[in-house]
């Protein structure tokens, strides 16, 4: 697995380390796997249509999508859920709610997350990138972009990066890194940096968390302290917002 420019790998699944999942969790994952990769196919297949506007069968394939998506039990529960949730019916949310815990874990986080420690905020939006993906191969990408806003009233150095990323199965590498894209930028008071990066995945969802660490870099022998990247999802189903920071 090459992630970010550092090549790296999961180790061999072991029972002792994954842990045992009930034969029902099992299936219910496979089943998760399965039909998101057709629903990635089916995408794949429109894009492709519309490029040779083969209007009739990017037609077909659209409404093919829409059945599926009122199909689909993951995005079927989770606007079940929303709804509720508007209506104020919260005894319902709470069953679609437990219910998406069983099926697909993952599918509870948002593609994106936002969290401020010290003054300094970091959001996150994630996307699946189709043309960069072989479903059938069992290769899943997704990009990221990531904003960095120092409201704080001393300027800060990023030093290093440390994420967590954990793939549908449950397998979780950790990785450490100096700086961000080639850069360990300077973020002035009321300034922020931005910038993407990618993660591929076997699996058609995960997730990702982590944090930066920093220090201030306005009197010397300051000491580094961590800034928390707050967990999201990469997930080919997406959420209600499929859009970049």
């Known amino acids: 697995m090459q992630w970010a420019g550092v090549r790296s790998s999961f180790p061999a699944p072991t029972a002792a380390w994954m842990g045992r999942r009930p034969r029902t969790e099992e299936k219910a994952a496979a089943s998760l796997i399965m039909r998101s990769q057709k629903y990635a196919m089916l995408k794949q297949q429109l894009a492709v249509a519309a490029q040779f506007e083969d209007y ?3 037609a077909r394939l659209r409404d093919s999508l ?7 039990p993951v995005l079927r529960l989770r606007g079940l859920m929303r709804k509720a949730i508007e209506e104020e019916r ?7 709610r437990d219910e998406l815990k ?6 509870l986080l948002k593609c994106s997350s936002d969290a ?4 300094i905020r970091v959001q996150v939006r994630s996307v699946y990138i ?3 993906s072989q479903p059938l191969k069992g290769q899943f990408f ?6 960095i806003t120092n409201n704080s009233q001393r300027p800060v150095q990023l030093l290093r990066r440390h994420w967590i990323v954990t793939d549908g199965n449950g397998r979780t590498e950790n990785i450490w890194g100096v700086g961000v894209v080639g850069e360990q930028p300077v973020i002035f008071p009321r300034t922020g940096f931005e910038y993407s990066s990618a993660c591929p995945l076997s699996t058609p969802n995960g997730r990702m968390e982590g944090d930066f660490e920093m220090k201030h870099i306005d009197k ?6 961590n800034v928390a990247i707050a967990p999201f999802s990469l997930s080919i189903l997406g959420d209600d917002n499929d859009v970049l920071l």
């Open 66 to 72: 829409r059945s599926f998506e009122e199909e689909e």
């Open 220 to 225: 010397a022998g300051s000491s580094t302290f």
């Open 116 to 119: 401020t420690t010290l003054g």
């Open 56 to 58: 009739k069968e990017a």
């Open 102 to 107: 069983i099926l697909a874990p993952h599918s």
């Open 90 to 96: 919260f005894e319902d949310a709470a069953k679609y």
């Open 130 to 132: 189709e043309s960069r």
């Open 142 to 147: 997704f990009a990221y972009r990531i904003r």
